[in-house]
């Protein structure tokens, strides 16, 4: 019988363990506290009290948040008879693992595209209380610009909308193992064939996450940092395979 929501920690994977209640096990690797460091990054360094709070609760709303994308896949996919069997949350976000029937068609473009829909939701939900919460507060001046709000709550809220807006679109870029490399792949398919539509999202993905890989530097260098988390192993990888045949 398995426990919901009980932690444990799987030293194999390297990660921490918990089940939601329907026994879908969740593995969070230990590298997903080093993303979340770093995208908070700038609240940390202000080195205020209040900013230390507003840190630790956008840590805990970017992890559900990707939590929540990887469940709105495995939501989509529950509505094509596959059943999810496992989400891991680590570095590079958050990767919903499958079980289906490979012999049945499954549509891959409204299972890829549920992730970025959560996220869309979330941040229109996150902007609207923080509009709510801005305007309902008497003693805020109108002429105040969002990261110079003073309220922890505010201040929250619209970076949690951002965090999620931000999150939305990166998955929708062409490259893998983001959601827009699948939707990518899958629209090329039948024009192109497989090889070549993995192909050029392959070489798609590659030049995504060089320029990601500079823009990470420059804005970390910056004090924003601004992530793409596109894989240059997935991506070499299916490029290589792809170049063979």
Known sequence: MHVPWRLTVDYERESFVFRLPDGLPVYTHFSFLFLAMLVTAPLWLEGRLTSVVIAVALMAILYLSILAHELGHIT???RQ???????????YG?????????????????IALAGPAVNLGLAG???TLYWLTWHGAAEAPQHIAPFETPGIVQRTLFLASFFNLWFALVNLLPAFPLDGGTIAQDLLCGRLG????????????????????VVALVTVMMGMPVLVPASVAANRAAVEENLRK
């Open 94 to 110: 958050g990767l919903a693992h499958f079980e289906w029937d490979y012999h049945r068609g499954v549509a891959l473009r409204p």
């Open 76 to 78: 989509a996919a529950r």
């Open 81 to 91: 008879r596959a059943r999810g069997k496992s989400i891991e949350i680590g570095l």
């Open 194 to 213: 497989h090889r070549r539509a993995t192909l050029i999202v392959g070489i798609c993905g590659l030049v995504l996450a060089c320029v990601g890989a």
């Open 125 to 127: 939900l996150f902007f």
